[in-house]
Structure formats: C-alpha cells, structure tokens
C-alpha cells in the first residue's frame, strides 16, 4: 500500500514529466545545457508543487503548474504612464518575454558588462555557469522551490550582468505584454563583485503567465538595491524568485509593489554568509476584488554574526482579495548577534478580505535580537474622525490613512525620487479603487 | 454662533443617556466655559457637535450660524466653521504633520469653494503661526502627533486651530496634561485667535486654565444639564469650595 505521502509525490512528479513534456530544451552551449539538464532532472525527482504542500497551503500552485496557460486581458495601454519614466537609467525591455532590442538602450554602453542570457548561454566558458542554477539549487533545502527550478531547466533569456564598480546610472528592465495568452520565462544572473553598487529597477506585468528568477551574488562590501513594479493587468500570473547570497559587509534592499494581478508569488530566499551584512526586503500590495491572490514568501538565512535582516511587508485588500506572507528567518548557531526583523500587516478596507500570515523564527545561537510581527485590520476609526474634524473629506481622508499604513514599506527604498514615484503609482491606484 | 437647545444624546450602542437637555448660546466675540465634575457630558457634547460616531441625538438641535449641523458629516461642519481641540489629539504614524495641515486647510477652502492656497503662501503662514506657538521645524516635519509630548500635542491643536481660523472654536479640556510653561503657551495661542467675529467654548475640570483664558460666561455642567450660569466669579466659586457645595446647593 502507498503512503499519503507517496501519492502525493508521484502527483507532483507526474505534474513535472507532463509540464517538461510541454517545453523544449532552449538552445545553448555546453556549460547552459548542462545547468538546464540538471535542473530538469531535479525537478523530475522533486516535482512541482501541489496545495498538500506545507509553503503552498495558503496559495493554490495549479495556474503555475498547469501545462497551459490562462489568458490574461491587456489592459489598455493609454491607460498608464511608464513606470519610472522620469529616472535616468539604462533602459531594457522585454516583451511577452522576448528582448526588444529596437526598445533597450545599448547594452555595450552601459559602463558595466550586460548580456543577454540567450547570447551568454552560447558561448562554451563563462563566468555566469557559476552562478546559474547554483544559488537555486543551494536554497532547495530545506524548503523545495521547484518553480525557481522549472524556471531554472526552461528560461531561454535574461539578463546577465556583472558588475566592477560602484555604478550610478540604475538598470531597468520592463517586461511588457502584447499577446493576451503568452507565456515568459526569464532567468537573470547578477554578480556584484566586492566594492560594487548596482540599483535595478523592474516593471511590468510581463506576460499571461510570467516566471522570473534572479540569482543574485552581492560580493564583499557590495551594495544591491532592486525596486520592482509589478503591474496592473487583473488577470495575470507571475511567480518570481530572488535569490541573494551576501558577503561581508554587503547590503541587499529589495522593495515590491504589486497591484492588481489574478495570482502572484513573490519569493525571496537570502543567505548572509559574511558578518555585518545587512538584508532588507519589503513589500506593498494593493489588489482589489477576489480575483486577487498575493503572496509574499520569504527566507532568510543567517549564517554570520552581526548581520542584519529587515522583512516589511504590508498588504492593502478590498472586496474579496487575498494577500499571504511567509516569512521565516532562520539563525544558524554561529550567527551570533543576529538582528532579525520581521513585520507583515495587512490594512482589511471591508469584512470580506483574507490576510493569511506564517512567521517563522527558527534561532539556534543564543546571542540575538528577533523580533516579529503581524496584524490584520480595519482603518482606525479615530484617526478617520481626526482628519474630518480637519475638514478632509472621508475619501481623501481613507487614502492618506492608507497610504499612512503602506510608509513602513516604503521606507524602505532608499532612494527618495524612487520611493515618490512609487507613492505616486499607490496613490494613482486608491484613486481609481475607491470604496 | 453655536445655538444649542434642549440637546439629549444617548450612547448608540446602549440605552444610556448622556445629555439630558443641554441649553446654550455662544455669541460670536464671546469665550463660554464649561465647568463640571467627570461624567457630567462635557465631553460628550464637545464630540456630538464635531460629529464623532457612537452617539444618536434623541431631541433639540445645535446650529452654526443658523445652519444645523447635526445633519451635517464632521468634515462638513469643519467647513461651516467649527473647530474642537482633542483633549487627546490622535496619533498618525505616516501622515507628515505639514501634509496633514496643508490638505485640511485646502479641503475646508475647496468645500467654501474658495482657491487652494499656494505652497509658497501655505509655508509662509505655518511658520509664522507655528513660530509663535514655539513649534520647530522638525515639529512640523513629523508625523501628525506621533511621539509628541503632551504639550506638544495641546500645541499642535492650536496650530491647526490657528491654520483653519474657524469660527466657532470647541477647547475640550485643553488643559489637562499640560505644565505651567505649556499652558502659558496654548493660551497665548488662543488668546491670539479672540475676535469679534469667532466664538469659543472652553471645557475644562479646573479653573487654572481660565485664568489664562479669560472667560465672559460660565456654565456648570452636571447629570448632563447646564445647571448653572454665571460671569467668571463662578468658575473661582468653583475654585474655593469644589463642585460638590455648588451642585448641593442647586439640588436644595
């Protein structure tokens, strides 16, 4: 007789064979082919996620997991301004998942050396083979992550980037849509070498069903901030992962807006493997309706002493949404004088919004500051009445209290110009989401 | 100004009445105190006539310049002109105290159907008023309440007191919390504000504050009535021999 247990592996190995069967091998040289074979096999002997599993129970894997894709209407395109259209930067767009050269700025001039995954995958012998599919692979245990894996084995492009200097000038990549049913699958690969300084910025809603994992190496004394705009078509998918390894001394500031969007989920697994790294990650979502379904899942390693790890996630829900947050700070017996932190909240607008939240502590050294938390509620009804005995009306008044609950989460994007155009995207989003 | 007659209010939530026939007029140019024990519906009133939820009017009315403002939301009789100074001022972490200031100022002129004011006159009149309540600029900069001390709290409300030039102004327990050097400050404030056109309704426990804040009319307020009324020697009647001799001697 089979266990449960093993019903429901050989049901997420089913899912695998079927879903690999779908897809072809993307083309490449030896050291790309080798890392996507080995990541097919991985993901053949783990298989895809089903909703038995303990990090899938408040988010239902199948559109991710589905052979086929589930059509996502556009939303009109004079309907949005570019995100981070006023920001200086160098500029590279992809649609539907395919790099649009005509739309990129030159890759060449960028004063820091970018590739197309596709072109690095070609060649016999480059740096990123060391990076591709290995932090992935790592950060498989002891929670699986065989989206990142999926993604891993299949991705046919991406970024690949490596990074010598401080550099000023922020990268940004906008994932853009025309095909209502296309499905993109990117893959990119940073490595900031120590004493190096990289800002991207991310935007768009993709695809239909939208996959990106980033691989991210923030060397000795490096800094890496990432700003990332997940955008409003109502019935796409994205699942994204970011994995981060940080050396001594490094800093690694990562901030998401998603709004709108049929199903999202946002992991970020980080190790600080050298002491005195700091690690922040945040996150604002707005959804609206029960057709939205986001999901914040967070890991985060200390494996140093005198690190620093921030997680702040906050959640604005109305009519039915669904936001979930997982968030888990794991402290290894050397990483004495941890400073972990951890707070999710979720701002109800009505009765009908679900918030589902799982902090995890798990310490093992005795010498560390930890503290967590999570709540979910309505505006504060004393604060509403405060305003309008000002004179501000209760629709003005609502959104400055929302806006109020979301600063926590933006402050964290340290860059003030960035941080505004995100306010100014929230309060853009309030505006036509009223009560 | 503030016409209020025969007001009872009950507590919404139980069949508790809190007012029970409240009687008072503040002529514009003209500073009312309202004196009485704890649980006599001082603060009660002051809520019921900004608007807060929680209570059910149950008979009278309360009108401002004629107009009733019973029927009226809180922002709408903010726009009329009516101004309440918390006796405990909320905190609201993430809201900047300038933003908060600046978007009610402009909310209450667009509802008058008045011009928004320019940023550059905005900021040239909170300093002005916020220099002479002694409030810094990085008062200003914080967010609205959020770690401030009692006096500063107490400040803050007269500042915006000060920004809105309401007409009709409801002081509820100002006082309370504050020491000699902020209470010297917050009525220099008020003070500033008296006018022939602008009445003020000034609650308060104690009768310190009202030597600061010179009143025209005293009211003794108690089991939800006014039960007494007289010139300033009453609130020092208050003062001498406490709330008990002067409610003894109405029951008798």
Same mark, same amino acid.
């Given at each position: 007789m089979q266990s449960r247990r093993q019903r429901i592996d050989e049901q997420k190995r089913g899912l695998a064979e079927k879903r690999l069967a779908a897809v072809s091998l993307p083309a490449g040289g030896a050291w790309a082919t080798a890392a996507r074979q080995e990541a097919r096999q991985r993901l053949l002997d783990a298989g895809l996620p089903v909703r038995q599993d303990e990090y899938w129970r408040f988010t239902n894997p199948g559109l991710f997991t589905d052979a086929g894709v589930a059509a996502a209407e556009l939303l009109p395109a004079d309907d949005r301004e570019a995100v981070f259209a006023g920001v200086d930067c160098l500029r590279i767009v992809f649609v539907d998942g395919v790099f649009d050269a005509a739309r990129s700025g030159d890759l060449a001039a960028a004063g820091i050396e970018i590739e197309r995954l596709a072109d690095a995958a070609t060649r016999d012998i480059h740096w990123a083979r060391e990076l591709y599919g290995k932090l992935e692979a790592q950060c498989q245990s002891p929670v699986a992550r065989p989206l990142a894996t999926l993604n891993t084995a299949t991705a046919g492009d991406g970024l690949v980037i490596r990074v010598g200097k401080p550099v000023e000038r922020p990268v940004s990549v906008s994932y853009l849509r025309k095909d209502a049913g296309a499905e993109a699958v990117l893959h990119h690969v940073i490595r900031l070498e120590p004493g190096s300084r990289l800002t991207l910025l991310e935007d768009g809603p993709g695809a239909a069903r939208f996959s990106s994992v980033a691989e991210v190496e923030v060397g000795d004394g490096a800094a890496f901030h990432h700003v990332r705009v997940q955008g409003r078509d109502h019935g796409r998918q994205a699942v994204t992962a970011l994995f981060v390894r940080l050396g001594t001394a490094s800093v690694c500031k990562s901030f998401t807006l998603t709004a709108n969007g049929r199903l999202t989920r946002n992991e970020v697994m980080a190790e600080l493997t050298g002491r005195e790294g700091v690690l922040h990650v945040a996150g604002a979502a707005v959804g609206d309706g029960t057709a939205f379904h986001q999901d914040d899942t967070v890991f985060i390693t200390h494996a140093a002493e005198r690190c620093e790890s921030r997680q702040v996630f906050k959640k604005v829900l109305r009519r039915g949404a669904v936001g979930v947050f997982q968030g888990k700070i794991l402290v290894h017996p050397e990483a004495q004088l941890t400073d972990g932190y951890q707070i999710s909240q979720a701002l109800l607008l009505d009765e009908s919004c679900q918030f589902l939240a799982k902090p995890e502590l798990e310490i093992y050294a005795d010498d560390v500051k930890c503290s967590h938390g999570s709540t979910s509620g309505a505006i504060d009804p004393d604060m509403l009445f405060y305003l309008r005995a000002r004179g501000i009306g209760i629709e003005e008044a609502q959104r400055l209290l929302v806006l109020a609950f979301l600063a926590e989460a933006l402050d964290e994007i340290e860059d003030d110009t960035l941080a505004e155009e995100i306010r100014r995207r929230l309060a853009g989003w309030l505006e036509r989401h009223r009560a | 100004m503030l016409e209020i007659r025969n007001l009872h209010v009950k507590l919404e939530e139980?069949?508790?009445?809190?007012?029970?026939?409240?009687?008072?007029?503040?002529?514009?140019?003209?500073?009312?105190?309202?004196?009485?024990?704890?649980?006599?519906?001082?603060?009660?009133?002051?809520?019921?006539?900004? @608007?807060?939820?929680?209570?059910?009017?149950?008979?009278?009315? &309360?009108? +401002? %310049?004629? =107009?009733?403002?019973?029927?009226? !939301?809180?922002?709408?009789?903010?726009?009329?002109?009516?101004?309440?100074?918390?006796?405990?001022?909320?905190?609201?972490?993430?809201?900047?105290?300038?933003?908060?200031?600046?978007?009610?100022?402009?909310?209450?002129?667009?509802?008058?159907?008045?011009?928004?004011?320019?940023?550059?006159?905005?900021?040239?009149?909170?300093?002005?008023?916020?220099?002479?309540?002694?409030?810094?600029?990085?008062?200003?900069?914080?967010?609205?309440?959020?770690?401030?001390?009692? @006096?500063?709290?107490?400040?803050?409300?007269?500042?915006?007191? &000060?920004? +809105? %030039?309401? =007409?009709?102004?409801?002081?509820? !327990?100002t006082d309370s919390g504050l020491d000699v050097d902020a209470m010297k400050l917050v009525s220099d404030g008020v003070n500033a504000l008296r006018d022939a056109g602008r009445g003020f309704l000034v609650i308060t426990h104690y009768q310190r504050l009202l030597n600061h804040i010179q009143p025209d009319v005293v009211h003794i307020m108690a089991g939800g009535r006014i039960v007494r009324t007289g010139g300033p020697e009453l609130a020092l009647e208050v003062e001498e021999n406490g709330y008990a001799d002067i409610l003894g001697a109405e029951v008798a």
């Open positions: - | 139980e069949d508790k009445a809190i007012l029970k026939g409240v009687d008072l007029t503040v002529e514009a140019g003209k500073v009312h105190a309202i004196m009485g024990p704890n649980g006599s519906g001082k603060s009660t009133l002051a809520y019921v006539l900004s @608007g807060r939820d929680g209570y059910e009017v149950t008979d009278g009315s &309360a009108t +401002l %310049e004629g =107009k009733d403002i019973l029927e009226m !939301e809180p922002e709408e009789r903010a726009a009329a002109g009516l101004f309440l100074a918390f006796q405990y001022p909320v905190e609201i972490p993430g809201v900047g105290n300038m933003t908060f200031l600046r978007t009610a100022v402009n909310a209450q002129r667009k509802a008058r159907g008045e011009e928004e004011m320019s940023s550059g006159d905005f900021l040239k009149l909170v300093r002005e008023k916020a220099k002479a309540l002694k409030i810094d600029a990085e008062m200003l900069k914080r967010p609205v309440n959020t770690g401030f001390s009692g @006096g500063e709290k107490k400040r803050n409300e007269i500042l915006q007191m &000060a920004m +809105l %030039e309401p =007409k009709m102004c409801i002081l509820d !327990e």
